[in-house]
């Protein structure tokens, strides 16, 4: 498994999301998608881990299973098909997994334009489509090469996009249902001004 500069062990949930944001933001325009996706890749395998720890087989057969499920594409289908993510953040999922290809797979020009509708379709409580119309703030501008970094608000929404879902995939882990995420998510957003 990937180690990453922040630790969700340990900590408050909103501690853990705004390590996590920072960590994701210090990242180079090409970086911030391949991390988030690894991250993610990595989490998704952990929490089919934890579902498998709940019921009573051999050993050998979970093992199995989860090296059938070693990519990311893999762990995202099991995850739906499981009923561990529901429909909206297996298409935000889907979505990351998109951007990442495009970003790792094109080796010369980059532009934010490749990427800015798949961001601003990304969902949850802080949806990036809401933060721009509702706050009126710019998404636009372009990097000319991989070396130049992304237009910050638009590596903040995505930052703020993949903290979300790490949280909501990481929360049956760390014992926290849902209904606790949805109203942990709509006080953050409402003590970010969002």
């Not at 395998?45 to 093992?63: C, F, R």
């Not at 949280?167 to 949805?182: C, E, N, Q, T």
């Amino acid at each position: 498994m990937i180690q990453y500069e922040f630790d969700l062990n340990g900590v408050s949930a909103e501690e853990a999301l705004d390590r996590m944001h920072l960590s994701l933001m210090q990242e180079s325009d090409r970086g911030i998608f391949i991390v988030a996706a690894a991250l993610i890749e990595d989490l998704m395998g952990a929490l089919l881990e934890w579902q498998l720890k709940k019921y009573e087989s051999d050993s050998k057969v979970k093992k199995d299973y989860l090296r059938m499920v070693r990519t990311y594409h893999a762990r995202m289908t099991a995850c739906h098909a499981l009923g561990l993510i529901p429909k909206e953040i297996y298409d935000d999922l889907v979505l990351i997994k998109n951007i990442r290809n495009r970003v790792a797979h094109n080796y010369s020009h980059f532009s934010l334009e490749d990427v800015k509708e798949e961001i601003l379709c990304l969902g949850g409580a802080h949806s990036a489509k809401y933060m721009v119309e509702t706050l009126a703030l710019p998404v636009e501008g372009s990097v000319k090469n991989s070396d130049e970094e992304l237009e910050p608000f638009a590596k903040f929404v995505f930052s703020i996009s993949v903290s979300e879902l790490v949280f909501y995939l990481s929360a049956p882990i760390r014992g926290i249902d849902v209904s606790d995420h949805k109203d942990f998510l709509k006080k953050r957003s409402e003590s970010v001004g969002i």
